[in-house]
């Protein structure tokens, strides 16, 4: 059996477990219990927690100054071009969490990540992997799929990204299993 303890961080005696990507640089004191709990002592911020109703999820930290939800909408969109002789089935992760497989040879897909996202520094990981079981298909750099993660709006069945923020690209002149981190601001 394993078994997990989790600690948990707590602001001026806030339990801020679900902030993420913050720095507090004025602290009178960082304390570490012996369960592990992180006690930040910061008397220049102030945090409040309200009431949840049982069985509501709870809600969103308010900090002053400190913004706690993504308001922008964030993209990814593939390309390609003769994808299939690029022969990338490509694993796409944010945050540690698994997004989607986009195998060679795909049409093109528009899925918004935005859910995946939080404020602050964001970690987006493309997984390459190159499929040579049945032999090279190409060797052209022309055929290639495309990553392109961005900032954007949805009318009707049109995005428009407007601040493209990552591209990553797979081509067939590559043969190597590749790996990928970018790192965005979600805001």
């Known amino acids: 059996m394993l078994m997990v303890l989790l600690a948990s961080v707590y602001l001026n ?6 902030l993420r990507s913050q720095t507090f640089e ?4 960082v304390k570490i219990d012996d369960r592990g709990d992180v006690r930040l002592d910061c008397p220049a911020y102030q945090v409040e927690s309200q009431p949840t109703p049982a069985g509501a ?3 969103p ?3 002053a100054g400190l913004a706690t939800s993504i308001t922008k909408h ?3 969109v593939t390309e390609q071009n003769d994808g299939a002789a690029a022969q990338y089935d490509v694993d796409v992760f944010v945050n540690s969490k698994w997004v989607r497989k986009v195998k060679s040879g795909d049409g093109q897909m528009v899925l918004e990540i935005t859910k995946y996202l939080q404020p602050g520094a964001n970690k987006v990981l493309f997984a390459a992997t190159k499929h040579l079981e049945a032999g090279r298909k190409s060797t052209a750099a022309g055929s290639y799929v495309k990553f392109i993660v961005g900032e954007g709006e949805a009318g009707g069945n049109n995005v428009m990204i407007d601040n493209p923020l990552i591209e990553m690209k ?5 043969t190597d299993n590749l790996n990928e981190e970018f790192t965005i601001q979600g805001r």
């Open 74 to 76: 964030y993209w990814l």
């Open 26 to 29: 004025k602290c009178r004191s």
């Open 13 to 18: 005696g806030v339990n801020i477990d679900g």
């Open 61 to 63: 930290l308010a900090t």
């Open 170 to 174: 797979r081509s067939a002149a590559e």
């Open 57 to 59: 999820p709870p809600p």
